[in-house]
């Protein structure tokens, strides 16, 4: 079964026992319904720990004197008994805000609570509300911002005669204590508002879901505001601007919104779910128009509605009218102050329209001669106010000084350049900004007790980037980049190269390689950044030859003599392609000999040293050159009879001798 199935069969349940027994349950916007005013005399059990009107009273009077600075109780009306001389009760609004006795032009909010007598537990949530915000301004940001920004107006107890009675004689009263005509007492203040008041009959006061009846618990009252309670809460109502209100009531666990009295849609409708939801979502309750529940007409939140353009909200709280303090009460206290924050909050916007501040902080800035420039894109869907932009800031905890905005860069990017400050200073600050329907938004969202800073520190210096010397290579050579002669004076954390070279390339650390496969000039950068995050660059041309020149090999040097022909060997010599010209070069006799060809000859008739340059040459023109020495001699070379005929000689006279030796040795024998 269904959360929503669930609770709509307890409360059909809960209807069925406002029937059959006199402790009426449900008393929310609806009520219940047909129970009569006879109940038994008694009064709650003991361990109920819940707060008298005295004590209500006695409560924020106190408030008031310990906190006067943010919180003023004001005398909105009185009760029926007291314009009868019966008894002194008032009815009390609590006003919270800075300023508080002024009327500023700041977003205003209602929260009510106990209009119908046994409803317990919802003073209790109001109590604790001004609690909270009394006693956190200045502690918790968020409270502090909404007190700074907001007037918001606490009506603890709308029906103080009935929760008296309630508390000391009858706990299931329900109305006020009105004398009627009949003998029967109490006026249902939820059926005593006037309608919907949008035109349509059947939101009317006194329509659905009331009773004409004086005896009734929804009796709605001889005419619309009949009583002296709900012209309070009108009177309230008519003097301000509220743009939210909540009606605090139990039980049942819901949160409802306009209409009550039909399924129709309200024309806000979209609005109003929305912010419903999201209170729901905050509580843990049931979201719903409040006619899903059952129908109504003459209560309050129809006729803020209808009547005065306020997005009200009726919470039915808790599960049961009278639930232990201790626990359960303070559970349903707890729950609900969520969405009753966030309610005041969004009293700036009700309408949720896109409203952005986007600013990146950073907790250090280095020091800087030309001050500091601060910036934030702001947008908003029905356009920014750029005459109403503002940035608050202060230096070392000093008084807030204010500089406007400009438009710095693009449609969106608004900004200000603060004066240089020492090192170690701290400087906070903050955006205030304004759309054109006049809706403020910070950032921080609730500054000035939130905010941006940062602290001023030293300026490291920028390490140098050194790519190395330019580099001329060949396509498909290894090339070696170098950046090792970079430095810094705390050491580089990394080298990064980027290029272009059939789309972008990035290379790592000092001395990467690289194969360029295409020729041309490529502009290589290498970015080096060390440990402070500081950067320089350089960069480093390599360029590419799209053909690689021959290789020139002249042979091995040679020792001539004079007229001896010499032969040149240029036959080592090595092109990728090949070598189309092997042209030879040396001084001859003061004139340039040219020899052509792989190995030509040359017969040299005068001695010295020859440096013969071989100059080799490829077909698309690229060239190489080596050298060769020719050490020619001028000693003539001996003919072949002048040097074996001695030679023989010597051999037979070395021959004879050892024969004639061997014979001597055999004669002695």
Not at 168 to 181: A, F, G, Q
Not at 532 to 548: E, H, I, K
Not at 593 to 601: K, M
Request: charged share 20%.
């Amino acid at each position: 079964m269904t959360k929503r199935v669930a609770t709509i069969v307890a409360s059909c349940f809960l209807l069925i026992l406002t029937i059959l027994s006199p402790a009426t349950a449900t008393d929310s916007l609806a009520g219940g319904q047909g129970a009569t005013e006879e109940k038994p005399n008694q009064g709650p059990p003991v361990y109920y720990d819940y707060h008298n009107y005295s004590q209500i009273r006695d409560h924020i009077f106190a408030i008031q004197a310990q906190h006067s600075d943010i919180a003023l109780v004001y005398d909105i009306g009185d009760s029926w008994e007291k314009k009868q001389g019966i008894s002194d009760r008032d009815i009390l609004a609590v006003k919270i805000s800075d300023n508080v006795s002024s009327d500023e032009d700041e977003p205003e909010v209602l929260i009510v609570a106990l209009t119908h007598a046994r409803e317990w537990s919802t003073s209790e949530i109001a109590l604790e509300l001004v609690d909270n915000l009394t006693d956190e301004y200045q502690n918790d940001s968020r409270l502090s911002w909404l007190v700074d920004n907001r007037e918001i107006w606490i009506v603890p107890v709308v029906n103080p005669d009935g929760l008296d009675y309630s508390l000391t004689t009858d706990e299931w009263w329900r109305k006020n204590r009105r004398l009627n005509y009949d003998g029967s007492h109490g006026v249902d203040l939820n059926r005593n508002y006037n309608g919907s008041m949008n035109g349509d009959p059947d939101g009317e006061w006194g329509g659905a879901g009331s009773s004409h009846d004086p005896s009734s618990e929804i009796y709605c009252g001889m005419y619309a505001f009949s009583e002296p309670e709900t012209q309070a809460i009108r009177d309230l109502t008519k003097a301000h601007d509220f743009e939210i209100a909540i009606d605090f009531h139990s039980y049942s666990n819901w949160v409802m919104w306009p209409w009550g009295y039909t399924y129709e849609f309200p024309p806000d409708n979209a609005d109003l779910v929305r912010i419903g939801t999201e209170f729901a979502n905050l509580n843990g309750y049931y979201p719903a128009q409040s006619s899903e529940l059952y129908f109504t007409t003459g209560d309050s939140i129809d006729w803020m509605y209808g009547g005065e353009d306020v997005y009200a909200f009726c919470f039915e709280v808790g599960s049961e009218f009278h639930p232990d303090l201790d626990d359960e009460v303070w559970g349903i206290i707890l729950e609900n102050l969520p969405p009753s924050f966030y309610g005041i909050e969004i009293a700036g916007d009700r309408e949720g329209k896109a409203f952005d501040i986007v600013h990146t902080a950073s907790s250090t800035r280095y020091y800087s001669e030309t001050g500091y420039e601060i910036s934030a894109d702001i947008t908003a869907e029905r356009g920014v106010n750029a005459s109403d932009l503002a940035l608050y800031s202060r230096l070392n905890g000093a008084a807030w000084v204010m500089s406007p905005l400009v438009l710095s860069s693009g449609n969106d990017t608004y900004g200000v350049t603060l004066p240089p400050c020492p090192v170690g200073s701290l400087v906070e600050y903050f955006f205030v900004a304004h759309d054109m329907s006049g809706v403020e938004l910070m950032s921080p969202t609730y500054a000035p007790y939130e905010v941006h800073s940062f602290t001023v520190v030293e300026n490291p210096e920028a390490p140098v980037a050194d790519a190395g010397d330019d580099i001329q290579v060949y396509v498909g050579s290894n090339v070696t980049l170098n950046g090792t002669g970079s430095s810094d004076d705390k050491g580089i954390e990394s080298y990064v190269w980027s290029f272009i070279d059939d789309g972008s390339q990035t290379l790592f650390g000092p001395t990467p390689y690289y194969v360029f496969d295409n020729a041309g000039t490529f502009a290589v950068t290498l970015n080096v950044t060390d440990h402070d995050g500081l950067y320089s660059t350089d960069v480093v041309l390599v360029t590419v030859l799209d053909d690689q020149p021959p290789v020139a090999d002249a042979g091995l040097d040679q020792i001539a003599l004079l007229g001896q022909e010499v032969y040149f060997d240029g036959s080592g010599s090595t092109d990728n392609d090949c070598v189309a010209n092997y042209t030879w070069k040396f001084l001859y006799e003061s004139s340039v000999v040219t020899l052509y060809g792989i190995s030509p000859a040359f017969t040299f008739s005068v001695a010295g040293t020859y440096v013969v340059t071989l100059n080799a040459t490829d077909p698309s023109g690229n060239s190489a050159e080596d050298a060769v020495t020719i050490e020619v001699s001028d000693t003539p070379i001996p003919e072949f009879s002048d040097v074996i005929v001695p030679a023989l000689a010597l051999v037979a006279i070395v021959m004879l001798i050892r024969r004639r030796l061997r014979t001597r040795a055999r004669n002695d024998d």
